[in-house]
């Protein structure tokens, strides 16, 4: 894609059409107080969450909600109407929010092909970005985003909500008190059952619904049920695989028990079906190995066809150390075995609570917009997260020991696998060379 100043992207560089607004213009904040004017883009999902959040948090009014689905709309307005008693304006191209100078803030629930090609002309027009994970689609956009929010100054939260969980405070608490020693390995595991899904042949998209600009960036294809709401993330076009999905969250808390502060060096990574694939891109069962110049590594399982985990934890972490390890679960609990006998240590709820009570991880991210202070996950923590679902998913389809430098962000020992680090937009989607 050619380069184009921000006011040219800004306007045509999403290239959507056929804009409808409900109830005409979008108002924001400047005659509700000091409450701050957010809006909701992309809620079937995990959005819907952000709905619920944002409408009962009295500091926040939410101003507009856009969705390409008019009934996912409708379900969104019925949500912050009956929570917070105000009507917002309800969007099905995103650009009006983007254009809209009383709207401070968003939240992006899209699917993971939309992520960046909306948050970053939100950042660029000067509003802050809260933005599920993974934050990127592919590597590159993880660095256009961490440019944008540095060049504008915005803030940017991740939704990595472990990060802001009290669990977590308590077990940085275990491991940096030096009891286990130096943390050399962490592992990060994610285990679901996920069935099988029969494939079926291709048919009308809904009515209704603007299944052209649903597929926005992504190569145009003929509409099919299994790659559609909630079964999009099976598939390269939009989602990145459970390990980019479910699975984020594992591997963003294996980066923060080891402690690592950039991108590893060498990347490995080896997958198999034990399924049919026609209904998934992505295999169900699959490994990734990360080194990192220091020496540590950490190592990522995808297991989707078992109903248990490990160390009697479904999915989660385990952080090994030079004098004994923890087993971490995010389903809020954690437990450390020391020495040769493996004599059980701290655990969580042990010592009490650690210091005052945390903030929610969006609760987190309305504070750092008043404070304009960073968040738990703020874009160059996302992009260090995303950047190994990307490295191990390019590893495995390119059948390639990777050979990274981070400095660079260049892939040296492959010029097909360094070609991934990026991908083709559909004509007129995109992204801007820089921001």
Known sequence: MSSINRRNFLSRGAGLTGVWVAGGAITGRAAVNDALSLAVIGFNGMGMGHVGQLAGNRGVRVTALCDVDPAVRQRGFQRVSSAAGNRPQLVDDFRRIVDDPNIDAVTIATPHHWHCPIAIPMLMAGKDVYVEKPASHVFREGRLLVDAAKKYDRVVQHGTQMRSSPVTREAGEVLKSGILGDIRISKAWNVQNRGFQKPVRDSA???????????????????????????????????????????????????????????????????????????????????????????????????????????????????????????????????????????????????????????????????????????????????????????????????????????????????????????????????????
Request: glycine share 10%; aromatic share 12%.
């Open 205 to 435: 998209a809904p009515a209704g619904g603007d299944y052209d600009r649903w597929l926005g960036p992504a190569p145009k294809r003929a509409f099919n049920v299994n790659r559609f709401h909630s079964k999009w993330r099976l598939w390269r076009d939009y989602g990145n695989g459970d390990m980019g999905d479910d699975g984020a969250h594992d591997i963003d808390m294996a980066a923060w028990g080891l402690g690592v502060t950039t991108h590893p060096v060498e990347i490995t990574a080896y997958g198999s079906n034990t399924r049919p694939r026609g209904y998934r891109e992505y295999p169900d069962n699959s490994f990734a190995a990360f080194r990192y110049a220091d020496g540590r590594v950490l190592l990522y399982e995808d297991r989707l066809y078992t109903p248990y985990g490990e160390h009697g934890v479904d999915s989660g972490n385990a952080f090994y150390g030079t004098e004994g390890y923890m087993v971490f679960s995010r389903r809020g609990f954690f437990r450390t075995y020391l020495g040769k006998k493996e004599t059980p240590g701290p655990k969580s709820g042990q010592a009490g609570r650690v210091g005052a009570p945390l903030p929610t991880h969006m609760e987190d991210y309305v504070n750092a917009i008043r404070s304009r202070k960073a968040t738990k996950a703020p874009a160059e923590v996302a992009h260090r997260t995303c950047a190994l679902i990307h490295l191990a998913e390019i590893a495995l389809r390119t059948k390639t020991v990777l050979d990274f430098d981070p400095r660079s962000e260049t892939i040296t020992n492959s010029k097909a696998a360094n070609a991934l680090l990026g991908k083709e937009y559909r004509h007129p989607y995109g992204l801007p060379d820089s921001v």
